[in-house]
Nanobody, 128 residues
Framework: QVQLVESGGGLVHPGGSLRLSCTASDNTVVLNDMGWFRRAPGKQRELVAV???????NYADFVKDRFTISRDNTKTTVYLQMNDLEPEDTAVYYC??????????????????????WGQGTQVTVSR
């Protein structure tokens, strides 16, 4: 699996915005199917958004209409634009390109988080 690096997290007030980025450590690697995930303190990892090679997207209900997943023209970086952030969005955010993981997470299969390895993620904190 390609090693991925997340960046762009930080501290923001409720209602604020952040833009996360995901790139391969070798930034010449093309990223096709890609997902953003998050893990809040005391909670299990959640699927946030997925972008397919075709460009089609899927979003978790709790972020729909607030977050947007996208890919740059060279397909070397995947973004997660997060708007109207809420304290409940506080979590470490991860990206992952494992196809088996993405499909299992979309299907809600039990234990899908263990199907792939995870990087360090980037911390997002939403607080007054």
């Amino acid at each position: 699996q390609v090693q991925l690096v997340e960046s762009g997290g930080g501290l923001v007030h409720p209602g604020g915005s952040l833009r996360l980025s995901c790139t391969a450590s070798d930034n010449t690697v093309v990223l096709n199917d890609m997902g953003w995930f998050r893990r809040a303190p005391g909670k299990q990892r959640e699927l946030v958004a997925v972008i397919a090679k075709s460009g089609s997207t899927n979003y978790a209900d709790f972020v729909k209409d607030r977050f947007t997943i996208s890919r740059d023209n060279t397909k070397t970086t995947v973004y997660l634009q997060m708007n109207d952030l809420e304290p409940e969005d506080t979590a470490v955010y991860y990206c992952n390109s494992n196809l088996k993981l993405l499909l299992a997470a979309l299907n809600g299969d039990s234990g899908w988080s263990h199907l792939a390895s995870w990087g360090q993620g980037t911390q997002v904190t939403v607080s007054r």
